[in-house]
């Protein structure tokens, strides 16, 4: 599904190296890599001779750097972050990392995920007199880490601060003396490590480690601290692992199709999803087409397992950005499309399965079962690769709220009207685990299915709910 | 296979819009579907009400346009181009439609394609007073119009202007009374024609068509002007349509799949000659994959008649733009990567069909084998979808000259060994025709195959070389 | 007065230079002393290797040209113009130099003046088959030099060229061979010669030497045409010197005050009329104060001559661009300012002389006037360093037609009404010849005085009107 | 003296308003008019209907606001500050206002001045657990509110604050209540109090009360704290007030000539500064010109008591901008300048007078010097119309370290050999103050002569230093 379209984003994507001559190059080309996952801002900051150094704005990794400022950052360790952006998060002072200066040294922060306890956190930093210049979780971090017993060292103050989080946390910390990475203890966004050389990279997907060529080490652990330095990378704990909980969304929709999560390729599992829809469902069809770009395996796995052949019937616009006109109103009902064009030829007078990876409000599924029937499809068969949303996600997703999901409150048949499909299918929860090499069978599964089931692998804090979704939090 | 990386480029694609209130808004939604044709610069002229207006620049569509200037468009005709740009052709002054002014009115010309007798006209125009401001031999149309006997009207001279040219051209002209379209009497490049509610429009591509809403009406036939005013649609002929030689490239390569020609799709076409690849070619593997964009569609037709699975073994980073930071050569070394990325897990261990629309030079080639290799593909096969280029191309692709094709003086053992696959194999001519629905048996197969047979289907002059091929002219 | 504020602006400045390796880099910074003449479009077009290279675009000088396109200039031969645009000659196929190319050599012009003839020059050339791609007048010499009868040589052409403008004109052409320079008959636009190192420069005005170090020669003579090129520099004539007619506006508002036009310094001239203004004008008042910029030089002279002391009475601010948000209505209402601010304590309480170069519509004027009262001046004595605009310029100046003008059909009296002075006061127009260096006793006093008299130093024809203004041709 | 050309900074000019419906238009309109008091960051706070919003960028206030960005701000109160950056200070997070996040409310700051405690301040703050993101003094004074007293109301806080800071401070804050605006016992930094119809404004120059129709009301007193809210404005103290120290280099060169300090307009004082200078000075000469433009009043005053003309004998280019392209080495010794040029005639054969406002480590002089003899001066005498420069400023001004003052260790000889003048002359110390109508007499006259006499109106603390002049410190 076109990520334009619907109200389902990550928050960020962040990376990290240390030990390479030219890390914020190298940065530049890995968050490149990590652009779907945010492209509202981007930033770096190295550690260069005379401290942190840090440029970040708003836009495009490509908007963001040039040859001028990429060049300013020398040094050899940097971190960096891609970033979704809503819209209580607007404004530079939250584009990350973020840096804290400080008469003993700085600290930069990149986050991926979201803290459930970041306003209870807040309430109590600011009782002691914290001051905070973001409306960022992140920020909570930096604090605490501060505040933790002045007769720690660095480390200890850090797997302190880090056992008091709650949520969803992927971390890349960066002082004067090296990186320290953190994996919340359910594991639930992804968290890479990996060499380049004599170098340690760490990344939210492992395609960014295939653009610079870096070699994939493994992941990193629920609950773990990676501590790397000029001495190497050390491993540390600051809580016991809990139920592993890897957000399901990843493999459905956020993660690139060359990026491996757990060992497991996400093309891969995708197209194992789709292979799985086809024994669940039944359909007679001539094509079978996905809609560009994150349901394209989906959909050659369930045209080999069907039989039914596999065809470009929705066409995405390469150039449409953000800074495209869009068409008014007037045109719109005149005709005008964008983004997505139906292919006549594929379509006319057949009967067509179109895959989807997911459908949030139905909206978009609507919108384009209307463009495949105007072109002449004889019959639309709806099949979706994961099953249907029904709760939102409190660990960094920006689903909509569960009112405005389609799911809620309505029967498959009721779905089936809205989209104006001729049928309608899902892929069960268990075929989906399945299909991404999880044992169903298990309760720790390893996945999280919040967002399927409403059942959460964390508590839940009266803070947690995004600003939009404040009547509906539990 | 991907265009930035390689010698193959079409000269542009052209619009024209008559009798439509948002007549520049339309123009601009169609050049975006057909910016794939030319990035380097985009024009519309519109007809308002105190004569034609143009807003062209350099750079993509959306670069060009924004809503102010977009909005200073206003009329109820308009025609516009997208760009591509060889050395030679830079400079602002070269951005179409062209715009000549005149005490009696103005004339407004776009244009695809070659003039293989432009330098001869230009010398003989000169000689007669005429003085040139572009490089372009699209100002040639406008001297020889303004040059015809006096005694006969507009349409009468544009007829007898037209007959004089030789080579490719697909026009477009706007005067304050209309449009004028005109295809030269091969038919060398795509044209044609659709209806928006009572407005005609034309394009290169009919993927205009879909995003505008449009209907597909027809091609413009070989040899035909068509005047199109408020009196709606009259055909005329300025030359007895010659042998039909539309340009195979555009099957190839050029063309977005959800475009037809002639009443084919593009699609339906690369998939047929991968399924006729599959036919001509017996290879035991265990995957096939594509290049994007381009070569998808025939990669899916090789699987599907080979029985060997689709996947995507090749990533194609879609951030990647113009002002995007290239990696340093000692980068380049350190294994960065940009554009393109192989999943490894879909390539490791396995015999690979890598399935490319074509080759030119094979320098690209030869790097994706290299970086499928690394990434632990134990055969690759390479498969190409069109037959071996062995002649340069005087109607208006820029192609590389013939010293630099790879098929030049090479035996197809050479090839393989050059570009380092296990093994490789092209598409038959006779095949390819087959399977884009042209008749093999025919001479007049319809199709140009110059570019694969030397044979061209005009005569060819002595101007006709692109500068840095002066040397190979016959 | 403010240029901004007012409907009186130059056409635009030239500059060329021949023989010097940084011909580009020194052309970029002579057009940059120009800026004044013109903000709209700059363009410089270079002698390289290959024949002739153009940069051009709308905008100011250093948003026209960065180092990557000026360092794409190379070659020893330049020449360059910035432009003024009035409604009917925007887009930027009329930012000059214009280029034409032919298989011959190419023509690159840039000119400052207005041609008077040239509508019907245009109208018989197209009858000849010319066809124009610019609405500019320049345009024309370039079709007359190309229709010169072939057996003359390229100089000849030139000069046959010219003799059948009419009007006011300063040229500066490049051919691969060199430069050509000319100066209209009656020298109404002023154009200078000069030396840096052995290259040979040419200006529309000396300050553009000073820039970049070259030592002033002389001005070119009304009627010659020099040829500059490797050899060095001849001078030849192409018509009879007429009555020298320099215009009056230079000297009032256009050039900057550290050009000298005949060997006369602007600053001086204007600061002669200021004390010439104050012989001729008897106030007591207690602060002299002039409208910045260009009436500082006036009010200075004034100050001098009267005794009454000189202030700076109003402040320009420097920083209001092209992209600064204007103030709405409301807030204009509210009292909020741009460009110019009182300075209260120099003007409460105090009889202010007022010094402006010139009045045109007198909406500015009532403006400034209406500040200073608010600031508390007591008196406001409005004096003008020229005499009252009452006819329209066809030589090039943008001047509001003549019902606009507020001389226009008001007695003195009412013009100070209108303007809310307590008195008005124009400088004689023997007192400005006077201070100018002229001899008012003579007919052929050097100046046109055309726009104080309505009397033309040459004949007017049917299309030299400007196009709002063509009720009022005489 | 060109701003540009030397080591002499400001370091910003702050704004505020409260109860105005278009607060934050006028806020810009307002910072426009303090441009000339920071040029490379801007940013302006508003109190809209759910907090503070922020626009905060790098660059002149019109590239940092568009009519986008500027419309997003609404709100009845806002701040603003222009910002001109020292090394240390680059960077987004550094420009102001700083915004301060709470869960109770928040807190804007903008800041004209340096505090010479920052750095003991931050330490002991740390040790506390505070923790700065930037490298600003500012952020001190957000976090010693924050840690005030619990028991202490937000006012009481602020006071308390505030009389902990030791330096130099022109501070405005906002909250959702309202501003509060303080300024350092000395009333080192200029800072001023308005009225638009019923709203409240603070500006650090009246100027900016001009520009947006404020009517100025007075200054605001050493030590004391305005709060401004809904209710109307309230005078507190938070220190007793100290000797009164208004910074000299105010009136010297950075206020401009249209603004006011405690009831004296700079203009006014810089021309008595120029005729007492005529009186402590006599020189034979023929022309008296100014450095453009600081310096023109003090000229304009040297003439009118000397009797000698003034004169245009330097323009400055008012074109030249930050992204002009600076003239090669090469072509510098060519001759090329930028900036400013001699006008020829005015000083060829003259004896001249050049006024400049003041000379820091006297590079520009020397050049400008060079320029005149070039153009033909015959005798250039400079005389300046401040003190000699020969101690560092702690309290705001960028000021290059006495080491590299031209008179540090030189004779009046020597520094006069240094430029290469005929004569040297600087106003004395007395003359100074009472041309600004401060009385010399008095050890308490009013303003801060520590740049000129190496005696500071406050105690020097360690960390005042800026860093390059470490070693200096006493």
Redesign the interface.
């Given at each position: 599904m076109l990520a334009e379209l619907r109200g389902l984003n990550e928050e960020c994507g962040v990376f990290g190296i240390w030990g390479h001559e030219?890390a914020a190059?190298?940065s530049?080309?890995a968050l490149?890599?990590l652009?779907?996952r945010g492209q509202e801002g981007a930033g770096i900051v190295v550690k260069g001779d005379d401290g942190l150094h840090?440029v970040?704005?708003e836009g495009?990794?490509?908007?963001v750097?040039?040859?001028d400022n990429?060049n300013t950052l020398k040094g050899h360790g940097a971190i960096g972050q891609v970033r979704y952006t809503t819209e209580q998060g607007r404004?530079?002072?939250n584009v990350q990392p973020?840096?804290?200066?400080?008469?003993?040294g700085s600290?930069a922060i990149a986050h991926n995920g979201n803290l459930i306890n970041a306003?209870d956190l807040?309430?109590h930093l600011?009782r002691?007199?914290?001051?905070?210049?973001?409306?960022s979780d992140t920020e909570v971090l930096?604090?605490l880490i501060?505040?933790s017993s002045g007769s720690l060292n660095q480390r200890d103050k850090v797997k302190k601060a880090l056992s008091i989080l709650k949520g969803a946390f992927a971390f890349v910390l960066m002082t004067d003396e090296g990186l320290m990475v953190a994996q919340d203890p359910n594991g639930l966004r992804p968290l890479s490590i990996g060499k380049?050389?004599d170098a340690w990279v760490v990344a939210s997907e492992t395609?960014a480690f295939?653009?610079?060529?870096?070699e994939h080490v493994r992941s990193v652990e629920p609950g773990e601290l990676l501590i790397i330095n000029d001495k190497g990378l050390t491993s540390e704990r600051f809580a016991a692992p809990a139920e592993r909980a890897m957000c399901s969304m990843e493999y459905v929709y956020f993660s690139?199709?060359?990026s491996?999560i757990d060992g497991?390729?996400i093309?891969?599992a995708r197209?194992r999803c789709g292979k799985q829809l086809a024994r669940e469902v039944q359909i007679s069809a001539d094509v079978v087409t996905g809609v560009p770009?994150s349901s394209?395996?989906a959909a050659?796995g369930f045209s080999?397992q069907s039989g039914i052949?596999?065809?470009?019937g929705l066409?995405k616009?390469?150039?449409?950005?953000r800074?495209?006109?869009q068409?008014?109103q007037?045109?719109r009902e005149?005709?005008?499309?964008?983004k997505l064009?139906?292919?006549?030829?594929?379509v006319h007078g057949k009967r067509v399965v179109m895959v989807d990876d997911s459908i949030v409000r139905g909206t978009t599924s609507k919108r384009i079962v209307a463009m495949l029937r105007e072109a002449g499809a004889k019959e639309i068969h709806v099949v979706i690769a994961s099953p249907p949303l029904i709760a939102p996600c409190y660990y960094g997703v920006d689903i909509s709220s569960d009112s405005e999901l389609i799911a809620t409150g309505r029967s498959l048949e009721q779905m089936r009207d809205e989209i104006g499909a001729d049928s309608l299918h899902f892929l069960s929860i268990d075929g989906m685990l399945e299909a991404n090499g999880r044992s169903p069978e298990m309760k720790n599964c390893g996945q999280c299915l919040a967002c399927f089931t409403g059942e959460y692998p964390t508590e839940i804090y009266s803070d947690t709910a995004m600003p939009h979704e404040k009547e509906i939090v539990r």
């Open positions: 030219d190059q190298i530049y080309y490149h890599a652009q779907h840090a970040k704005g495009l990794v490509n908007e750097f040039s040859g990429l404004g530079i002072e973020l840096v804290f200066r400080s008469t003993t600290l306003r807040k309430e600011e002691q007199g914290s001051i905070f210049q973001t409306t930096a604090h501060k505040r380049i050389g395609c295939d653009i610079i060529g870096a690139r199709p060359d491996d497991i390729n093309h891969a197209k770009d394209i395996s050659i080999e052949p596999y065809e470009l066409i616009n390469r150039y449409v950005g800074t495209f006109i068409p008014s007037a045109l005149k005709g005008v499309k964008m064009s139906p292919v006549h030829q594929v």
